[in-house]
């Protein structure tokens, strides 16, 4: 394949030589720009690649390997039951504590792993990002994607508990899908957002974990929704997250008021972030190797 850069256009070309090769020609953009899909699915062997590679990196050289995805949230669900549920016997809709509190921790686990390893994964493959062309936007969408297989683990465990407490699903579960992706569509939202803010300020990445642990207890994780006065719950919904824990709950336990004005705010900003990050990571990926080559700013 042979790869020429050029300057002055704004598409990105490619077609088939004489030899059978590939010439692929690169044209710097301008101007705002959103999700280029079909060049994203052009390099969809990349995006598995990065995922792959993310996925068994997580857990190489440890002894038990990926039971660390079940360990992790079984011993955050002993330790909420204990302090929440039977010291601060903080109320749970009538469904067992650790079931409830678990129903909360599968998708936060997920966004809380997305956001801390997007915000540092361009950091990590600046090598790469120097040296050949790939749409930028793969690196933080394949730590998204790797995080996603341990959500399916632990969504089996959430399982084991519905059927150890005699649990059955509800009617509603059939949203459980578009809770699932509104969870990915919050959690990419916030990724693209940091992981082009921290390769030009590194300080970003010394914020996450604060911000992390902070929006976990913004989050209705170890108590319920229900607790927010009803005049303040549509301000709480600005809190995407609010929104899909609530979700998640309601479509598997039948807990909670279901689809409600909170759940709409909560939606409207999950689409705002993941647009707004799209666009601001397309804006600043053109400084990106700038940027990796003076250690950001």
């Not at 002055?8 to 010439?23: I, M, N, T, V």
């Not at 705010?265 to 707004?276: A, K, P, T, Y």
Request: with cysteine; aromatic share 14%.
């Amino acid at each position: 394949m042979n790869t020429v850069l050029e300057s002055d256009q704004q598409r990105r070309h490619s077609g088939a030589q004489a030899d059978g090769s590939r010439e692929v020609i690169i044209r710097r953009t301008r101007g705002l720009r959103f999700l280029d899909l079909r060049e994203l699915w052009a390099y969809r062997e990349l995006v598995f690649f990065l995922t792959w590679r993310d996925v068994k990196v997580r857990y190489k050289q440890t002894i038990i390997g990926v039971a660390w995805v079940i360990l992790q949230p079984l011993a955050m669900v002993v330790v909420f039951t204990l302090l929440f549920g039977k010291l601060a016997k903080m109320p749970s809709a009538g469904v067992p504590y650790p079931l409830f509190a678990l129903a909360a921790l599968v998708p936060w686990q997920l966004f809380s792993r997305s956001i801390s390893e997007s915000t540092t994964s361009l950091v990590a493959n600046q090598q790469l990002l120097a040296r050949v062309y790939f749409p930028r936007i793969s690196v933080p969408l394949a730590t998204t994607l790797a995080a996603t297989v341990d959500f399916a683990i632990a969504t089996g465990l959430l399982g084991v508990f519905m059927v150890v407490y005699r649990v059955a699903p509800t009617p509603a579960m059939i949203w459980f899908p578009a809770f699932v992706l509104l969870l990915l569509i919050t959690a990419l939202g916030v990724g693209f957002w940091l992981s082009a803010l921290n390769i030009e300020y590194r300080d970003v990445m010394y914020v996450v974990p604060f911000l992390n642990q902070f929006w976990f207890f913004l989050t209705p994780v170890v108590y319920p929704g229900g607790l927010v006065p009803a005049q303040w719950r549509v301000l709480y919904g600005l809190n995407p997250m609010t929104g899909v824990v609530e979700g998640f709950r309601w479509a598997l336990l039948g807990t909670g008021e279901g689809p409600s004005h909170m759940l709409v705010v909560s939606v409207f900003i999950s689409c705002c972030l993941f647009i707004s990050g799209i666009i601001w990571f397309r804006l600043r990926e053109r400084t990106f190797v700038d940027a990796v080559g003076g250690g950001g700013r």
